[in-house]
């Protein structure tokens, strides 16, 4: 059984139980999307160390750039394209272990290698953002990411 990955010598899964009742308390009694967005991004990037934290809203046939912790980012992505488009075209969520590997990734940050791309939802099930979530350090992201991050973006109303 491969190693956990651990953050700041905590385990990972330790570290997401102890950080999500922090971002409920955080959303809790605010209804705005776009706060409560951008304080996961920071809450994640800093809590967890992550590269690059952030959300691309839904607008018309593409994703716009919106609330975000890290570096400069692209700021249009149309659907299908890169990481991000394909999630929202294919309406799941993709792991990536090596960004240069994935065909038509879209390069924001050369310091990316790995990513994780989740779909997030009205009260519909409509796609109305896609949450990026990228790594400095190649195949960063599993299972426990995916379980605890769809757990946190499901918190959006």
Same mark, same amino acid.
Request: negative net charge; aromatic residues 10%; hydrophobic residues 45%.
């Given at each position: 059984?491969?190693?956990?990955? #651990?953050?700041?010598?905590?385990?990972?899964?330790?570290?997401?139980?102890?950080?999500?009742?922090? @971002?409920?308390?955080? %959303?809790?009694?605010?209804?705005?999307?776009?706060?409560?967005?951008?304080?996961?991004?920071? &809450?994640?990037?800093?809590?967890?160390?992550? /590269? =690059?934290?952030?959300?691309?809203?839904?607008?018309?046939?593409?994703?716009?750039?919106?609330? /975000?912790?890290? *570096?400069? &980012?692209? *700021?249009? @992505? &149309?659907?299908?394209?890169?990481?991000?488009?394909?999630? =929202?075209?294919?309406?799941?969520? @993709?792991?990536?272990?090596?960004?240069?590997?994935?065909?038509?990734?879209?390069?924001?940050?050369? %310091?990316?290698?790995?990513?994780?791309?989740?779909?997030?939802?009205?009260?519909?099930?409509?796609?109305?953002?896609?949450?990026?979530?990228?790594?400095?350090? %190649?195949?960063?992201?599993? #299972? *426990?990411?995916?379980? =605890?991050?769809?757990? *946190?973006?499901?918190?959006?109303?």
């Amino acid at each position: 059984m491969a190693e956990e990955l #651990k953050v700041n010598s905590v385990l990972k899964k330790d570290k997401y139980a102890e950080m999500y009742p922090q @971002i409920k308390a955080l %959303l809790e009694g605010e209804n705005d999307l776009i706060a409560n967005m951008a304080n996961i991004c920071s &809450a994640l990037k800093y809590g967890m160390n992550f /590269f =690059w934290v952030g959300f691309y809203m839904v607008k018309g046939n593409e994703l716009v750039l919106g609330p /975000f912790q890290g *570096t400069v &980012a692209c *700021t249009r @992505i &149309a659907k299908g394209k890169g990481v991000c488009g394909a999630a =929202w075209q294919k309406n799941e969520i @993709i792991i990536v272990d090596d960004v240069e590997k994935f065909p038509g990734h879209i390069a924001c940050s050369a %310091l990316s290698r790995s990513e994780i791309v989740l779909p997030v939802y009205n009260s519909k099930k409509e796609i109305i953002a896609i949450f990026d979530v990228d790594s400095d350090a %190649l195949a960063s992201f599993d #299972k *426990t990411d995916e379980e =605890w991050l769809r757990k *946190t973006i499901a918190l959006l109303k």
